[in-house]
């Protein structure tokens, strides 16, 4: 049976990239389906529009993203991340044949992808006004039709659209990867090399110790935490939900003890997914 995989497009993001090399790892038994955000994409599992939802949740050299982790946290019906793939990502200066670099005014693209390339752009085309686009690939269809601007986006969405490689591998550094997770409405079952990702929040008063303590529930269970950020809880200023991403399965007894006993004193509690880890290919 076919999967419906949802991705954030149109064809040659980065996104619908991550998805390809997905669906190949498992078999390709899947049909790509593009949104014009993440969290469109994200909420066609609940309108039944696809079964699964393939978002980007961090980047090694721009950190979390912001959309993809708020979705999951703050969704009132809880999506469960059930995968996770991890995608080298070399951004392109394209533009459309015949223009040069000299050419070019105009840098066009998504502001992660901008982020990413802040010092060639500040370089090389230090007078250049950046206007933002809905996605990299978008950025590269729009100068299509321009003599003066260059997008940033990959070699894909440069095929695609016939665009000229101005130049390639022009992020800031290498290699630069993102991170994909896969969300569907239930999480994978246990594979032994497991992961599993939590968001918690305390109650509003603030006493020492309050992370410390949840944390050594882990830690006295000899439990890994390969990663903790937080982010803003959307109720006031000053107040976060601290997102974990934690070894082992949650159905695992030691894991389970440990997040039944950090959930006694959260205010906020999300088990976001128990998934396989990503090993490469």
């Known amino acids: 049976m076919t999967t419906r995989l949802a991705y954030f497009g149109p064809p040659g993001t980065n996104t619908e990239e991550a998805a390809l090399k997905y669906s190949e790892l498992q078999g390709g038994d899947y049909e790509l389906i593009p ?16 079964d699964q939802a393939i978002l980007p949740v961090e980047n090694s050299l721009d950190g979390a993203i912001g959309e993809t982790l708020d979705f999951l946290i703050h969704t009132p019906q809880p999506h469960f991340i059930r995968d996770e793939i991890v995608l080298l990502i070399e951004h392109y200066l394209l533009a459309r044949p015949g223009v040069e670099a000299s050419d070019v005014r105009v840098i066009k693209s998504i502001p992660t992808a901008v982020a990413q390339c802040r010092g060639y752009i500040d370089k090389h085309f230090p007078q250049a006004t950046i206007e933002a686009a809905l996605s990299t690939a978008a950025a590269v269809e729009e100068v299509m039709s321009h003599a003066d601007a260059a997008a940033i986006g990959n070699r894909r969405a440069g095929e695609l659209y016939g665009a000229k490689t101005l130049a390639r591998g022009i992020q800031d550094r290498s290699p630069n990867h993102t991170r994909f997770v896969i969300v569907g409405r239930e999480d994978h079952l246990p594979t032994g090399d497991d992961k599993t990702s939590v968001a918690f929040a305390f109650a509003t008063e603030d006493r020492p110790g309050q992370l410390v303590a949840a944390l050594s529930e882990f830690a006295s269970r000899s439990i890994n935490l390969s990663k903790i950020e937080s982010r803003p809880s959307k109720e006031r200023l000053g107040t976060y939900i601290f997102l974990v991403d ?6 695992d007894a030691s894991l389970a ?10 205010s906020f509690f999300r088990v976001l997914g128990s998934y396989p880890r990503y090993r490469g290919e």
């Open 35 to 50: 949104f014009p955000t993440i969290t469109h994409g994200a909420l066609s599992i609940e309108a039944g529009t696809a």
């Open 246 to 251: 934690l070894a082992g399965h949650r159905t």
């Open 257 to 266: 003890e440990a997040l039944a006993a950090v959930e006694k004193g959260c």
